[in-house]
């Protein structure tokens, strides 16, 4: 074989493993801001992006039945502070940050869930 003819095939396997590469690695798309949804009996309350929080803050809703939850935000995270319902499930919880669990409070019929952010499980990863 004569040397450009070993040049040739070598570069045709290069080519050849850089398209191989090109179709197995995904080009990285452009992930959402995550976004907390605060929903109350089934009707959207807030939307916050989480990652656009300058300070801190906290704001109170309050359920059909009258019980209350003290919902705290900050910078790429969501909690609830404080509720008046007798189990404190919610409060317990802590901070969320990603789409992974929601935070519910049964009582007041309260969820928070975060979309976006690319962070949260899918079908097939979890």
């Known amino acids: 074989m004569s040397k450009s003819a070993k040049w040739v095939l070598a570069l045709l ?3 050849a493993v850089l398209a191989t590469a090109a179709l ?3 080009p990285k798309q452009q992930e959402e801001d ?4 605060i929903t ?3 009707e959207l309350v807030k939307e916050i992006k989480l990652n656009q929080v300058g300070a801190s803050f906290s704001f109170t809703v309050t359920g059909a039945s009258g019980l209350t939850n003290t919902i705290l935000v900050e910078k790429g995270r969501i909690r609830v502070e ?3 319902c007798p189990d404190q499930i919610c409060v317990d919880q802590g901070f969320i940050s990603d789409g992974t669990v929601p935070i519910v409070c049964l009582p007041n019929h309260l969820v928070i869930e975060i979309a976006g952010g690319g962070e949260a499980f899918d079908a097939a990863t979890g």
């Open 13 to 15: 396997a290069a080519a």
């Open 24 to 26: 197995v690695v995904p």
């Open 34 to 37: 995550p976004v907390a949804r």
């Open 40 to 42: 109350l009996d089934g």
């Open 82 to 84: 404080e509720a008046d």
